[in-house]
């Protein structure tokens, strides 16, 4: 059966004449949480109300996902950071702490850097955007005839014995295959052609045949001015956990943990777990507040070159910073 909703209080918003779904529960501070690739709110549904006990929780289904709106639009990363900056500001949300799951990870990271004023820290789960790896069935979506062959693979028969497989291995026990459920009800949100079409506008905008093409790698050193925290799962076969290596490289400050035991969605492997590092992290960091001149003199002095190679063999020289424009 396809993915349905368990949440009694789903509602609906229309923004720039498109209808989004959310699910918004709790008071305090505000948590928005941003799904990855076809999925939507209902990947949060093991965390939710633990994390509404003390936090107001938003989790929207992304346009093209879910219960939202399915048009022919823009699916770009920027495109869905200016629509959670609008969803915000219809509920009234001046600032949030922002936590993106996979896809979800990348328009994170595209929010904190559009809208700084308006992320209060920054939590990535199992992202993209610190690498080019990326499964192959992700890189699959970008190949011309992807449309075409979904159209027959979504045939109610075929898609019915393939999810029921699916969800059949994901509790076999092997690890390599928990996550197989989550994979069945993403291939069900298929049997939808506007889903297909959104999903496959979606990955070439940030994937193409060598793997992801958007990388926060160019701009991780204003991750300095914003507490940051990097989640994954030990056993990651969707997105590699050597990204968190890549995360600790790109930015130094941030807090990065990998869970144990856990696959592409460690926030449904340990819900308990996952809670627990994400209020922890919220409770011992302040927020970040925006501040124009110390944004203006990271832009100025910009990211560290990389080390350079005098000749090939030599030692690498030391990292090369640019020069910072100074006024006359």
Known sequence: ???????????????????RAFVRRGSGPAVLLLHGLGCDHTTWDPVINSLARTHTVIAPDLLGHGASDKPRADY????????????????????????????????AMQFAYQYPERTERLVLVGSGGLGPEVSPAIRAITTPGFQQAMGVLALPGLRHATTTAMRVLSRS???????????????????????????????????????????????????????????????????????????????????????????????????ERFVKVVRDFIRTTAPSTYDRERWRALLEEGAPLPPVQAEAGDAPLAPVHPVRATGA
């Open 173 to 271: 026990g092997v690890r390599q295959l928990r996550d197989l459920d989550e994979v069945a009800d993403i291939y069900d949100s298929f049997a939808d052609p506007r889903a297909r079409a959104a999903i496959r506008h979606v990955v070439r905008a940030v994937v193409d045949w060598r793997g992801q093409v958007v990388t926060m790698a160019d701009r991780a050193y204003l991750t300095e001015a914003m507490p940051m925290c990097v989640i994954w799962g030990a056993d990651d076969q969707v997105v590699p956990v050597d990204h968190a290596d890549n995360a600790r490289a790109l930015a130094p400050t941030a807090r990065v943990e990998v869970i144990p035991n856990a696959g592409h969605f460690p926030h449904k492997d340990h819900p």
């Open 76 to 107: 770009s990363v920027g495109g869905y950071a200016n629509g959670m900056r609008d969803l915000l500001t219809i509920l009234g949300i001046d600032s949030a702490t922002v936590v993106g799951h996979s896809f979800g990870g990348g328009v």
């Open 1 to 19: 059966m396809p993915r349905r909703s368990t949440s009694t209080d789903l509602q609906h918003v229309t923004v720039h004449g498109h209808r």
